[in-house]
T-cell receptor
Framework: KQEVTQIPAALSVPEGENLVLNCSFTDSAIYNLQWFRQDPGKGLTSLLLIQSSQREQTSGRLNASLDKSSGRSTLYIAASQPGDSATYLCAVYEPGANNLFFGTGTRLTVIP | DADVTQTPRNRITKTGKRIMLECSQTKGHDRMYWYRQDPGLGLRLIYYSFDVKDINKGEISDGYSVSRQAQAKFSLSLESAIPNQTALYFC?????????????FGQGTRLTVV
């Protein structure tokens, strides 16, 4: 069964710092990988989706990379802001299972 | 208005009661999903539906049932609620056409079974 791990579980950084969140998965037979943001009391917001054939995707200050063969993805956040404080989740889609397998998330706090 | 709407947002119920969580979407997607989130475990799939006549069990379907009333509506029922079903429940949708599996989530329903 696919297992998705996110390290670290929590991260605190001062405002303005660049940071990297990590995601690893055990089975490379994925269709795509999706990064989400979860705010307390709110749902999951899709940030970036990377197809298995792609190496990276960018949206504003966010850049996600994918190394499918090694089972790793990173989410790079440039010039962090207090509004970036949230829990970040990664999930991989397996077509055989028709399922998104989620990591447990990294809780990010950006200190003003 | 949100594209994926869940009702209620919060619910406290007693052990043994039947409860229904509802989800509606305006994205026009065929695929709908129910997940639950528990601290330290991540989100896990309960049931999914690829169209109105298609219902499939996910990883943790025991104790749950679903109904796909229309393309836009997918409800989750707990026939006899128990305390370990206390969790945050999410509904999600995806297009599924042309290989598009990007998932969009509702705001969640926090369910407490006492």
């Amino acid at each position: 069964k696919q297992e998705v791990t996110q390290i670290p579980a929590a991260l605190s950084v001062p405002e303005g710092e660049n940071l990297v969140l990590n995601c690893s998965f055990t089975d490379s037979a994925i269709y795509n990988l999706q990064w989400f943001r979860q705010d307390p009391g709110k749902g999951l917001t899709s940030l970036l989706l990377i197809q298995s054939s792609q190496r990276e995707q960018t949206s504003g200050r966010l850049n996600a990379s994918l190394d499918k063969s090694s089972g790793r993805s990173t989410l790079y956040i440039a010039a962090s802001q207090p509004g970036d404080s949230a829990t970040y989740l990664c999930a991989v889609y397996e077509p055989g299972a028709n399922n998104l397998f989620f990591g447990t998330g990294t809780r990010l706090t950006v200190i003003p | 208005d949100a594209d994926v709407t869940q009702t209620p947002r919060n619910r406290i119920t007693k052990t043994g009661k039947r409860i229904m969580l509802e989800c509606s979407q305006t994205k026009g997607h065929d695929r709908m999903y129910w997940y639950r989130q528990d601290p330290g475990l991540g989100l896990r799939l309960i049931y999914y539906s690829f169209d109105v006549k298609d219902i499939n069990k996910g990883e943790i379907s025991d104790g749950y049932s679903v109904s796909r009333q229309a393309q836009a509506k997918f409800s989750l029922s707990l026939e006899s609620a128990i305390p370990n079903q206390t969790a945050l429940y999410f509904c999600a949708t995806s297009d599924g056409k042309k290989g598009n599996t990007e998932a969009f989530f509702g705001q969640g329903t926090r369910l407490t079974v006492v």
